[in-house]
Every structure is written in structure tokens, then in C-alpha cells.
């Protein structure tokens, strides 16, 4: 087996994140270890670093979602510290479990606190990318936790697609839209729900008008697609031009990419979480934070 040829530190890439591995370690100009990862019969978890010694520094890159992924990332880690790594850090594209990150039932678990406490009990530093809430960083005790925005690197891809006007579907994702319309030149706005009756419930701009512009709608997660959904009918009644959907997290839940692909424009993810529509690379953003 050969040694990692790299200098002092190298990117090792989990099966949930391998094309971001890839794009990290070029954007580091370091090494690229992609793990091996493979299935027991009875279903576990195996993987392998294939290498005789690893560099000091390592940076892994795996989410903590779906389930398997989590625990895949816990071997990795292991593997990288019995190869003799020092300094282990995990990029987080995709922080799953952030949203139960306090107890809204008595008798719960604090899920983002149990995955923090399990994580850093081998990591010095943690990357994540558009996490739930900046709180979860607070479970961090031993290791360093920095969360970093795809905000720029959404807007960079944008620069020059003829977006007049950024929206965010909500008032808490305002901010968003406004960094990325600042990247673009464009306007910004975001979206506002008013119920007109018991069955009635108009969603529109709140300043601006969309008729005949090309609209950008800005959210940090894609699920079930009924977000994004509600807001293109509306957006499209109210004659926009063209309806364009981005998101950091594209989770694409029940069939939500098929679904949003047939009222959108065009629909795009980062590649937080690897998917047929993750084209926006956050390696940019995540290599600064390293
Ligand atoms: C909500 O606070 C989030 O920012 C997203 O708007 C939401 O998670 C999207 O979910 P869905 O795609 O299921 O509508």
C-alpha cells in the first residue's frame, strides 16, 4: 500500500462526500485519500483508509446524514487516528440532526448535543456549512467549531445568469438573499404569507414587483420541494419571467427534484449533500475555514 505522497495534511473523502473531497483538496492544494467504504452481510458499516501512515493533519469529509453516514464518519475518524494523525478535522457539509438541537417534549433527546459530544471526542475542529442554528457549535466543547455560508459561492455560480431579483421564501432567510443579490447586483426581497380567509392564503414579495424578471429563490434546505413549490405558482401567477431554485441542503425529499424540475427553471443544490443537482461547489467557502 502506498503512503499519501501529500505535505503535512490531506483530505480524506466518506462515501456521502466524495466529489467535495475531491474539490477541497484541490482548493487546498493537498493530498486526496477517498476511503473505502463497504457493507458487512448482516448490513454494518466497514471502511479503510488504504495507506501504511497518514499526515498529521486530516481533514475529513463526511456528513452525519443519513444514519449510516454518521457512523461511517465515526470509523473514519478512528481509522485517521491509528494511522497516526494528530490533528483531525471533520468537514460537515451536511450537520444532520442540527434541528433537534433542544428539548421541545420532555422525555426527547437533544439530538445536536449527543452528536457533538460523540464527534469531538476524536475531532480538534469541525466545519459545517449553513448549519440549523449557530447554537449547535455551542455542544463543541473540546473542538473548534466554525460554520461557514454557501452564500458566496450560490451568488459566484449566479454571476452573469441575468437574475434580476434574489427572494428569500421566508423573512428569517432575508439575509441570505440580501448576500447573495450584493454578489449579483440584483434586488433582493423575500416572500410573505398572508391569509386572506380561512381557505384563502396569498405569498408574495413584500416590496417588489416580479413581473417580467428572472427570479433567483434562495433557501438553506430543499426537502419535500413544497416551499420552493408554493412560491414559483405564486411567483409565476404574478408573471415572473423565469423561476430559478437554489439551495445549500438539497435533500430533494419524496420526489421533490422531479416535482420542482417540472415548475422551475431549473433547480440546483451545493454539493453538501451529493446528488443529479448538487452543480455549486462549497470547497471554496470550506477551505477558507480551514
Ligand atoms: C425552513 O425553515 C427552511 O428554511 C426550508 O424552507 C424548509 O426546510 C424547506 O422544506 P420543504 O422543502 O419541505 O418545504
Known amino acids: 500500500m502506498p503512503e499519501c505522497d501529500s505535505v503535512g495534511m490531506i483530505v480524506v473523502g466518506g462515501s456521502s462526500s466524495r466529489r467535495l473531497a475531491e474539490d477541497l ?10 476511503a473505502t467504504s463497504n457493507r458487512f452481510p448482516d448490513g454494518e458499516s466497514y471502511i479503510r483508509l488504504e495507506t501504511e ?3 498529521k493533519e486530516v481533514v475529513i469529509v463526511q456528513n452525519t446524514h443519513p444514519d449510516d453516514m454518521l457512523v461511517e464518519l465515526l470509523l473514519l475518524q478512528d481509522a485517521a487516528w491509528r494511522l497516526g494523525s494528530e490533528n483531525i478535522t471533520n468537514v460537515i457539509p451536511y450537520f444532520g440532526y442540527a434541528r433537534q438541537d433542544k428539548l421541545f417534549n420532555v422525555g426527547e433527546a437533544v439530538s445536536a448535543q449527543v452528536m457533538a459530544e460523540h464527534i469531538e471526542m476524536k475531532a480538534d475542529k469541525v466545519v459545517t456549512v ?17 460554520n461557514v455560508h454557501a452564500t458566496k459561492c ?39 404569507k398572508t391569509r386572506l380567509s380561512g381557505t384563502e392564503v396569498k405569498i408574495a414579495p413584500k416590496r417588489l414587483d416580479v413581473k417580467g424578471r ?9 426537502s419535500t420541494g413544497g416551499t420552493i413549490e408554493a412560491a414559483t405558482m405564486q411567483l409565476r401567477s404574478l408573471g415572473a419571467k423565469r423561476v430559478i431554485a437554489a439551495c445549500t441542503h438539497g435533500l430533494f425529499t419524496m420526489g421533490a427534484l ?24 462549497v470547497a471554496p467557502a470550506i477551505a477558507r475555514a480551514i
Open 258 to 281: 422531479d416535482r420542482l424540475r417540472k415548475c422551475c427553471d431549473k433547480v440546483i443544490s451545493t454539493n453538501t449533500i451529493e446528488s443529479e443537482a448538487s452543480g455549486i461547489s
Open 53 to 55: 501512515k497518514l499526515d
Open 25 to 34: 483538496a484541490k482548493e487546498l492544494g493537498v493530498g486526496l485519500l477517498q
Open 130 to 146: 449553513d448549519i440549523h442554528t449557530d447554537g449547535v457549535l455551542d455542544w463543541f466543547k473540546r473542538a473548534k467549531g466554525v
Open 154 to 192: 450560490i451568488g459566484s455560480f449566479f454571476t452573469n445568469g441575468g437574475i434580476d431579483l434574489v427572494l428569500a421564501p421566508d423573512k428569517g432567510a432575508a439575509e441570505r438573499a440580501r448576500e447573495v443579490a450584493e454578489i449579483l447586483g440584483s434586488d433582493w426581497d423575500h416572500l410573505v
Open 214 to 222: 428572472n427570479v433567483l429563490i434562495v433557501d438553506d434546505i430543499i
